[in-house]
């Protein structure tokens, strides 16, 4: 397939740009988007930690504001990211980042938005980032970035669509996943942290009046025959293996599971470790992760096998079943955190002792088992989805490459996403 080199800029109808001094924020009003909020996985901005902007702000402060199918480019902390921006819009956004809208006579906004996220395209704009401490990409640079172009607009309108296709396929699954997840720590407060599951009359116990009894390790009432625990007692906690000396340089290996890989997922670049490592350090689909250094968080793995690096826990339990001491384990983690930072390292981290001293209300087994009963099949289901979406990211950017170069045609690649 003939394919030719064209630099953004000739694209490009307008790039909204607000770089320049800090904008003034309010209380309420629309909200400001910073360069967290645009992530590739998702297709539009997120609205994490956002802040706001009054109406007399709005319209006077800004050069420019996006517009539906804009692409929004960060140039600051981490370049190159890339988003739509949806309609109708939400949001506005000011310095570190700016929005491409581009020359619908000359190229889909779709087919555009696809490439600036393949591999080829990030690779070239981390060939132009400055600075050492906090990487950014100079808008002159712009020039640069060349967009392959393709035989017919027709073609790249069909990758385009594709690309964006299996993208909301994707967002679906977590939107799936995100409201399993609410569903199943609803119920599980429910009983276990308002104490209201069924009674031996199918009633809510705490809320029926049910006997409470203070605790004095806990300091609080709890329902009557429970008892105090602690996240130590219930749980087994392996600590993974420095991986160095385990290292692979043939085609049989494992990835190396470090932070990096459980936040956000296995890459090219990832570590490969033998596969004679010691069984224990070896982590499968449906496995509970712990990280307890640096960045504290927990998580089920859905990724297939891989060799488990230290500073990540393997946690298992012979005593309990899994919903009992992952729901344990999150509702402790902000507390952990908290102890993170009190003590103002630059490494937070959890320690054995930590464990043994986080204190839990522990439930009569027989109604673990019950709830765990409800919740099994949700979390089945939610892994059954993000294995799903592990197969629809590496086959969407497999395809990509692909496509351009014309080794897949698009009825084959649409084939293959079914």
């Keep these: 397939m003939k394919t030719k080199m064209t630099p953004l800029t000739e694209l490009l109808t307008t790039i909204v740009d607000n770089r320049g001094k800090t904008v003034p924020i309010s209380d309420s009003g629309t909200p400001l988007i910073a360069t967290n909020c645009i992530k590739h996985k998702s297709i539009y901005p997120t609205f994490d930690n956002v802040r706001y902007v009054n109406d007399e702000v709005m319209q006077s402060w800004f050069r420019a504001h996006p517009e539906p199918n804009d692409i929004i480019f960060v140039n600051k902390g981490t370049p190159g990211r890339v988003c739509l921006v949806p ?13 491409f809208r581009c020359d619908s006579e000359k190229i889909d906004y779709q087919y ?14 981390e060939n132009f980032h400055v600075g050492l401490v906090i990487p950014h990409f100079r808008k002159g640079d712009l020039d640069h970035i060349k967009i392959p172009r393709l035989s017919s607009r027709q073609l790249e309108l069909a990758i385009g669509n594709l690309y964006l296709n299996i993208s909301k396929k994707i967002e679906l699954n977590n939107q799936a996943n995100s ?10 407060d429910y009983w276990f942290i308002q104490f209201d599951f069924p009674d031996t009359n199918g009633k809510p116990y705490k809320s029926s ?16 025959g429970w008892k105090q625990s602690t996240l130590w007692d219930i749980a087994n906690y392996y600590n993974g293996l420095a991986m160095q000396k385990y290292r692979s340089t043939g085609d049989d290996y494992l990835p190396v599971i470090k932070i990096r ?14 596969t004679d490592i010691p069984k ?19 998580k089920i793995w859905s990724q297939g096998k891989g060799a488990l690096n230290q500073h990540i826990f393997k946690v298992t339990s012979d005593d309990y079943p899994q919903s009992f001491y992952y729901f344990e384990l999150m509702n402790y983690l902000s507390h952990f955190k908290m102890m993170a930072d009190l003590r103002k390292t630059t490494m937070g981290h959890i320690t054995l002792e930590h464990l043994k001293q986080a204190n839990i209300v522990l439930p009569p087994i027989e109604l673990i088992e019950r709830i765990d009963e409800k919740l099994k099949p949700i979390f089945e289901h939610n892994l059954v989805l993000k294995k799903e979406n592990n197969r629809l990211v590496e086959l969407r950017d497999w395809l990509l490459p692909m496509l351009m170069n014309g080794q897949v045609t698009v009825g084959a690649a649409l084939a293959a996403s079914e």
């Design 87 to 99: 309609e109708p819009v939400n949001f506005c956004f000011a310095q570190d980042m700016m929005g």
């Design 280 to 298: 224990a350090a070896i982590v499968d689909d449906g496995d509970l992760l712990f990280s307890w250094s640096a960045t504290l968080d927990v």
């Design 209 to 224: 009046s049910g006997k409470m009894v203070y605790n004095e390790v806990l300091k609080r009432e709890i329902p009557e």
């Design 112 to 125: 555009l938005f696809a490439v600036l996220r393949s591999d080829f395209i990030q690779q070239k704009i």
């Design 179 to 188: 409201e399993l997840e609410n569903m199943a720590k609803t119920l599980y």
């Design 261 to 274: 890989e459980m936040n956000n997922g296995i890459s090219p670049d990832t570590e490969k470790a033998r």
